[in-house]
């Protein structure tokens, strides 16, 4: 398996515009998590997914955002309208099972920058 | 989310010496203890975990002990070495159904040649 695939790896883009992330999760997991990481922030987990079902989204900042995972190997992550402060790295993640006692793996990221 | 406070925020250390990073949560309930290491512009990996019924758990140069009494965890690397330098993360499963994943605020380790 070729891990946890992201698309694309860099994007920029100018506020206002919509952004679309991409993310497909290894084949057979059926956990799947969205984070952003800043140098203010950490990793801040935006969105969790089991099933293809959002379980826990309290981490999505604000109506801007918004996740779906349409089947089991994609889920995608929209930003509407992006503005600077969302430039970050966000990462998918991907784990086989309902919980997260088992090893998590990320995917290589999006850097994403607002101008 | 679970609240982990990971410290020191920044390591330096000299090639060959040890290096402790210490994690402190507030749920007994947790059970799960993971670390990851994040290399500049890569992604985190795992690089070892442990469950709560055992106290210390060892692989080759790194370590990670468990106290639940006091709620917290750490990660020991022994003769550290430049390839060691990165960022590393404590991690807890949240309380709860979802169960999610909320990681420490990170430490800046670096090896000194």
């Known amino acids: 398996d070729a891990g946890v695939i992201q698309s694309p790896r860099h994007e920029v883009t100018e506020m206002g515009q919509e952004v679309t992330l991409r993310c497909k999760p290894i084949s057979g997991h059926n956990s799947l998590f969205w984070y952003r990481q800043t140098m203010m922030r950490g990793l801040e987990l935006l969105i969790y997914?089991?099933?293809?079902?959002?379980?826990?989204d309290s981490g999505m900042p604000e109506d801007r955002f918004s996740a779906k995972m349409p089947n089991a190997s994609f889920s995608t992550l929209k930003i509407q309208p992006s503005e600077p402060r969302d430039s970050a790295v966000y990462f998918c993640?991907?784990?086989?099972?309902?919980?997260?006692?088992?090893?998590?793996?990320f995917g290589q990221g999006t850097r994403l920058t607002v101008v | 989310g679970e609240n982990v406070e990971q410290h020191p925020s920044t390591l330096s250390v000299q090639e060959g010496d040890s290096a402790v990073i210490k994690c402190t949560y507030s749920?007994?309930?947790?059970?799960?203890f993971p670390w990851y290491k994040q290399e500049l512009g890569k992604r985190p990996q795992l690089i070892i975990d442990i469950r709560s019924n055992v106290g210390e758990k060892k692989d080759q140069r790194i370590a990670v002990t468990l106290n639940k009494t006091a709620k917290h965890f750490s990660l020991h690397i022994t003769e550290t070495q430049p390839e060691d330098s990165a960022v590393y993360f404590c991690a807890l499963p949240s309380s709860g159904s979802a169960r999610q994943l909320t990681f420490g605020s990170g430490t800046q380790l670096t090896v000194l040649p």
């Open positions: 997914f089991n099933n293809n079902v959002p379980i826990d």
């Open positions: 749920d007994s309930a947790s059970n799960y």
């Open positions: 993640a991907s784990s086989f099972g309902g919980s997260m006692n088992t090893e998590a793996f």
